[in-house]
């Protein structure tokens, strides 16, 4: 069985305190709880501090380009959906630049969990404001507050067909690893949308602010009522932020539903197709 | 024997289809074909046109003159008048319009036919191949026999209703014009067994047959055929045919699987191309093998989205931001199609980087016949060679180990295992990485790994690089030079100069770059011959990496750059 220690690769580089090394600490202790090895996993990185975890867990990994982790993920599980795949990204870098690709993951129901560090902020570009910064704040590109109004993470996928949504809060970690652990196993895309301080570039939503304003769904939550799932995730637009997982539903995922793929062997495993006398006699 | 036989008529109303029966009838009747498509880019309402070279040989380019005009509507006629000679036939139908011009007239009552019969207003192309076939000299039972095979699933009461619109044109003409009857679609007593292929068609071909296992593609003409024709084999071949939410997801989910070990390509055109760029970068420094299949058409922008140019040769050669090797090929036609195409697959497994395939509307939308043996030994000899890509599972370490994915070699080629195999880790890396992957900013190991990936362009052209194919006389003065979808016009160029008595040679490029400095400069030498280059964009682009890659200046251009391929008179007028 695989340790915290094998999943261990370069110290991390993050700021002390961020939130960072919580969702790091997570990720590491629910594939170990899953056990899962190093190499039974891939992950894909997309750009900025979230996708720094690179150096830090060791995995068969893909460090992406800015936005793009989450059809490098698909392309991953298409080819091999026996592997377990994982996205790790930023939330500039999900729903900023990868927004579109993030819409239609929720709407193809790609057997992926897609983990967004969520801090309002680019970090790693020192602190400009990312898509889910709320509306007013003010960063170097919008000294004078920004205009737009924040993403609704948790509404947007649900509304788009996502079959898992949930939210965790990176100073909560034995939650969270337990909200990972549950969306690596659900049978289809799952989002984890991570609330992270950023505590060099974001004074405002810190951990206090977080403390304030989160609360755990209990145990009672009905996590199959869409419309209640809708509800609670449009309390974020409150500042109001529920923990757990707001929507769950057991739905075939992308790769099942593709015939080529229904005798279950993966994409990498089939035998080369050679009966092509099949294609060439329609050309004649 | 060479002719032309052209239809024309409102879009919308299925003259691809038509004209492409029409293709399949003159292959099976015995003879080769060329065919050309002329259509807009809307749905409904403009002016589609279809027009098939047939020949008993080799048919390389269109010709000048057309021999037969199927007038579907009057705009037809009017638009393609000025290629008819006093020996054309022209079939039309005398109650949609008429004319006083000095050509053959082939009056057919289409629209009374197709009322008579009850059909439906595309039923009128099958009257019109019928009455074709009729004044051609080819027997109707090849017809009979495509539609029988296109409606087959519908039941035989469909086929038989289908047939009876055929039947009624070629009796048609055959009672009113048989002393115009030619005998130009005799059946031919040998024939070979051939294809009628599009250049889309032979990528695709070519795909399956090099294994290929994921396509990704958004839809952007010339290129959506490709995904057409993948995604309706793919219950058959097993490959995942992918539309994606856009060229971005496209060429990175590709790259995903092909990270994860299959082979994987795309397909777009130049807008879509400009979207994947980035990722193009990524696969380089990555050194994620990635097929990239470019369709031309006119740009910038949208462009003019279904007429053809060779306007992309530098945005292929040079896409994707930083220093970092990749290879682009661009096959002269439909059988080089098929052949690049397989070789495509190998080279960027091999050289674990990009591989640009280029086409353009002309090669890609066009058919042309290939001969059924030569597809089959072509498949028969190819093997897959994946080099440093390790399929199996390697033995493994005592403990948990790094694996060096980018490892420095003097080939500038690492090995690579596939993600899972069991033992082992790493990582791909878009950021400047050390041997095991790990992201770097050290001044030696950035240095040590730009040159092993750039070391990956010596070891192609040691081993891979092909030198252009050399056609004609070598002792004569006047040398074509040209890539890609020209070489059948400056083939048949040369046959005409040739016939007059001017003999001419020929350097057709289609391993396009890297190039082989000594060997181009050596086949190119300064000397007193006359070159010209060949190309069908504003630039002369393909001169321009001559010149930088070989020091090569070529005075005199043959260009063509109005969306039309160039043609066999518009290189005769130059010399």
Redesign the interface.
């Known amino acids: 069985m695989?340790s915290i220690q094998?999943f261990s690769?370069?110290q991390p580089t993050w700021c002390p305190g961020c939130g960072d090394w919580g969702i790091g600490m997570a990720i590491k202790k629910a594939l170990v709880e899953l056990n899962y090895?190093?190499?039974?996993v891939?992950v894909?990185f997309g750009?900025g501090c979230s996708g720094?975890m690179?150096?830090f867990l060791?995995?068969?990994?893909?460090?992406?380009?800015h936005?793009?982790a989450?059809?490098?993920?698909?392309?991953?599980?298409?080819?091999?959906h026996?592997?377990p795949v994982i996205a790790v990204v930023g939330d500039g870098d999900c729903y900023g630049e990868g927004g579109?690709?993030f819409?239609?993951a929720c709407r193809g129901n790609h057997d992926i969990t897609v983990i967004v560090h969520d801090n309002g902020v680019y970090g790693l570009t020192t602190g400009q404001v990312a898509p889910t910064a709320n509306k007013g704040f003010k960063s170097k590109s919008t000294p004078a507050g920004i205009v737009e109004v924040p993403i609704n993470p948790l509404s947007l996928a649900l509304v788009n067909g996502a079959s898992f949504v949930a939210q965790g809060f990176a100073g909560d970690l034995n939650h969270l690893i337990s909200l990972i652990k549950t969306g690596i196993c659900h049978q289809g895309f799952s989002l984890i949308n991570v609330l992270q301080p950023c505590v060099t570039f974001n004074k405002i939503n810190t951990y206090q602010y977080y403390l304030q304003r989160v609360y755990k769904l209990d145990e009672s939550y009905k996590k199959d009522d869409f419309k209640l799932a809708l509800e609670k995730a449009l309390q974020i637009n409150e500042e109001k932020f529920p923990l757990g997982v707001i929507y769950e539903k057991k739905s075939l995922s992308y790769h099942q539903q593709?015939?080529?793929?229904k005798d279950n062997q993966s994409?990498?495993d089939?035998e080369?197709?050679i009966?092509?006398d099949?294609?060439?006699s329609g050309?004649? | 024997m060479t002719f032309t036989w052209k239809i024309g008529g409102e879009a919308g109303f299925g003259i691809m289809t038509t004209g492409l029966l029409f293709s399949k009838i003159a292959s099976r009747l015995g003879y080769y074909i060329l065919d050309y498509v002329e259509y807009p880019s809307l749905i409904r309402g403009g002016h589609n046109a279809y027009e098939v070279c047939v020949s008993d040989r080799e048919v390389t380019a269109l010709k000048k003159e057309i021999d037969v005009l199927v007038c579907l509507n009057e705009e037809t006629f009017h638009k393609h008048k000025n290629r008819l000679t006093s020996q054309s036939l022209v079939l039309y139908d005398k109650e949609e319009f008429d004319f006083t011009d000095n050509f053959n007239k082939v009056n057919v009552p289409l629209k009374k036919i197709l009322t008579d019969l009850k059909g439906q207003a595309v039923m009128k192309n099958t009257i019109a191949l019928g009455a074709s076939l009729s004044i051609l000299g080819g027997k109707i039972e090849v017809l009979l026999d495509l539609i029988a095979e296109q409606f087959k699933k519908k039941g035989d009461e469909i086929v038989r209703f289908n047939q009876q619109f055929a039947i009624a044109g070629y009796e048609e003409v055959k009672k009113n014009y048989s002393a115009s009857i030619k005998n130009f679609l005799i059946e031919k007593e040998e024939k070979k067994e051939k294809l009628v292929v599009s250049g889309n068609e032979a990528f695709s071909l070519g795909a399956v047959f090099a294994d290929c296992r994921l396509y990704a593609a958004y839809p952007m003409t010339p290129s959506s055929s490709v995904l057409h024709t993948l995604a309706s084999w793919q219950e058959k071949t097993g490959m995942i045919v992918r539309h994606s939410e856009d060229e971005i997801a496209v060429i990175n989910t590709a790259l995903g699987a092909s990270f994860a070990g299959v082979r994987a390509a795309v397909g777009t055109s130049g807008g879509g191309f400009s979207l994947m760029v980035e990722s193009l970068s990524f696969a380089g420094v990555a050194e994620i093998p990635v097929v990239v299949f470019l369709a031309q058409r006119p740009g910038p922008a949208t462009g003019m989205p279904t007429w053809t140019e060779q306007g992309d040769l530098l945005f292929a050669i040079f896409s994707g931001h930083g220093e970092f090797p990749k290879i682009v090929l661009a096959p002269g036609d439909q059988k080089e199609m098929i052949d690049l195409t397989l070789k495509a697959f190998n080279l960027a497994d091999i050289y674990q980087t990009p591989v640009i395939v280029v086409s353009d509307m002309y090669l890609s939308e066009g058919h042309k016949s290939v001969e059924r043996d030569w597809v089959d030994k072509i498949v028969r000899e190819y093997q897959i060679r994946r080099g440093k890509i390790n399929l199996s599972q390697k033995e493994n370490p005592q403990k948990l180990e790094i694996f060096l994915r980018y490892k420095i070699t003097e080939d500038g080629i690492s090995e690579k295992i596939l993600p899972g195999t069991a033992g082992y880790f790493y990582q791909e890396n878009s950021y400047e990485h050390l041997e095991d992957g790990h992201t770097t900013e050290e001044a030696k190991p950035r240095k040590d790994q730009v040159e092993k990936r750039l070391r990956k362009w010596q070891t192609y052209l040691k081993n891979d690089f092909q030198s252009p194919k050399f056609y004609g006389n070598e002792n004569a003065g006047v040398i074509f030079i040209s890539w890609g979808s020209t070489k059948g016009i400056v083939l048949e160029a040369q046959k005409r100069l040739k016939e007059k008595g001017i003999e001419t040679g020929f350097y057709h490029f289609n391993h396009i770059y890297p190039l082989d400095k000594e060997i181009v400069s050596q086949f190119l030498k300064k000397n007193n011959k006359r070159y010209l280059l060949v190309e069908n964009n504003a630039l002369g682009q393909f001169g321009k990496i001559l010149a930088m890659e070989a020091g090569l200046d070529f005075g005199e251009k043959i260009l063509r750059y109005d969306g039309r391929p160039i043609t066999v008179e518009q290189i005769l007028e130059k010399i």
Not at chain 1, 37 to 40: A, L, T
Not at chain 1, 258 to 261: G, H, K, R, V
């Open positions: 695989a094998d690769g370069y090895s190093p190499d039974q891939a894909v750009i720094n690179n150096d060791n995995a068969y990994a893909l460090h992406s380009l936005g793009r989450i059809p490098n993920a698909i392309g991953i599980k298409l080819a091999n026996k592997l579109n690709h819409i239609h593709l015939p080529q793929l994409l990498i089939k080369r197709f009966e092509y099949k294609l060439i050309f004649i």
